[in-house]
């Protein structure tokens, strides 16, 4: 088994496409499709299906694809770990909620790109309970988490700061006008939801089952902007991170519930494998990230999601 033959792998596991495969490793297609095959005929099992045009991973590829990933991840730590010296450098690859990425880290990602030119910054939202298995396969070096704790033993983490964490309603809403709003009044109201794996969205899940009360419906989002545009629009209440609604709170487009239940606050941690060599790029990020998050500003134009932040 080769290292160019897992390279191959995991570029159609994730292209799903032949041509697109051979032009991200610069090879013409006819070579992806026979490096794919030995290692089809290695393993012993067919890790594609060739449905027309169609490509998609077999039961076998899925099976497989952890481990081709933690193989590549731990040749380039030790490729990295051995050239790069003491200066940051080479890709650094971080998963973030999409509030944090958005809202918090503008200001640190300038700081940091001025300081260490030679880094180049991936970033990528997530909201899912898969950080774990992310972090294992190498496919990120670190994440940005909002939980109360991190109780994996497989992880290490830092502690960065308390979000404050907010239900906003539209202010013709009957809960808008309460003076005081309880756990128990959330009975029966629309919730405008971030996905199930959200930390601050899994602690009121928490809070309501723990007290036997449901809500009336929960529409889930993957957007934090839809949430908010879907509060202003009288849909439901949204539940959202201070960061995330203060402009629109300064504009009065809807309004801050007046809760007296359980505190809705959320930590927000950098957490990275515990068996991951940490470069100067991951250590020099969370010194800045612990250095500069209590000063980043409020407001600024969101990032590009998705996408690469270098160059």
Known sequence: MEVRQLQIFRALSE?????????????VQSNVT????????????PLFDRLGRRV???????RFQPFAEQALAAMEQGQRAIQTGSAPSGPLRIASPESVLTYRLPSVLRAYRRRFPDVELIFRPFSDGTVCSMLETGKFDMAIQMSDTVSN??????RLRTEEVFL???ASHPLAKRRMVKLADLAGQMLLLTEAGCGYRQKLDRMLAMQNIRPGNVTEFTSVEAIKQCVIAGMGLGLLPAIAVSRELKQHQFKTLAWAGPSLDIATHIIWHKDKWVSPAMAAFQELMQAKLDDSEVGRSPLAIEGSLAG
């Open 56 to 62: 998609t991973l077999t039961d076998a590829g899925r």
């Open 15 to 27: 292209e799903l496409n032949f041509t697109r495969t051979a032009e991200r490793v610069h090879t």
């Open 153 to 158: 033993s497989s992880l290490r983490s830092s």
């Open 168 to 170: 906003i309603a539209d």
């Open 34 to 45: 026979t490096q794919i095959k030995a290692l089809e005929d290695e393993l012993g099992a």
